[in-house]
């Protein structure tokens, strides 16, 4: 009788030990899950911060070239920009490439892409000078690449939304 009590014990010993780990394992299982989650949470977060910041950079210096453009300065301007002198758009160039290179992991590939896209043809030389139009399609590649990193819809999906 002391035996088959003893082995009941150590049964209900190995059944409760098990349940425990399950149990366990079962939060700790959900814990994870949750955590992960909130990881994602805060990297969706970080990417909107930077994204915000590129395009602040962005549309400043998108003003300033359709302002320079309408004084017609917008060449002598880049000029100045190529050959690394006081530009008008230079600030606002230098805030876009650091933002960038600062947050250069959180940002898509198909987003670092059209930055840099968009950063090289402002910042280099062309021999027919720099187009206004060119700048503002390059910034709305830039947009679009973040808009489907987002997960967000085409702005101008359909014909009729013109």
Same mark, same amino acid.
Do not use: K, Y
């Given at each position: 009788?002391?035996?088959?009590?003893?082995?009941?014990?150590?049964?209900?010993?190995?059944?409760?030990?098990?349940?425990?780990?399950?149990?366990?394992?079962?939060?700790?299982?959900?814990?994870?899950?949750?955590?992960?989650?909130?990881s994602q949470q805060a990297l969706q977060r970080e990417r909107l911060r930077v994204y915000h910041d590129l395009m602040k950079s962005i549309i400043k210096l998108n003003r300033e070239a359709v302002? +320079?453009?309408? &004084?017609?300065? /917008? *060449?002598?301007?880049? $000029?100045?920009?190529? +050959?690394?002198? &006081?530009?008008? /758009? *230079?600030?606002?160039? $230098?805030?876009?490439?650091e933002t960038f290179h600062r947050s250069y992991y959180l940002i898509d590939a198909p987003v670092r892409d059209a930055v840099s896209e968009y950063t090289d043809y402002v910042s280099s030389y062309h021999e027919t000078g720099i187009k206004l139009?060119?700048?503002?399609?390059?910034?709305?590649?830039?947009v679009n690449a973040m808009r489907e990193d987002l997960g967000l819809s085409d702005?101008?999906?359909?014909?009729?939304?013109l």
């Open positions: 009788m002391a035996t088959v009590t003893t082995t009941l014990l150590w049964v209900i010993g190995a059944v409760s030990l098990l349940v425990l780990a399950v149990s366990s394992a079962s939060i700790a299982l959900q814990m994870r899950r949750q955590t992960a989650e909130v302002d +320079l453009d309408d &004084e017609g300065m /917008l *060449g002598d301007a880049h $000029d100045r920009l190529v +050959l690394n002198q &006081e530009s008008e /758009l *230079g600030t606002h160039l $230098d805030d876009i490439t139009g060119r700048i503002l399609s390059l910034s709305g590649n830039v702005i101008f999906s359909d014909a009729s939304d």
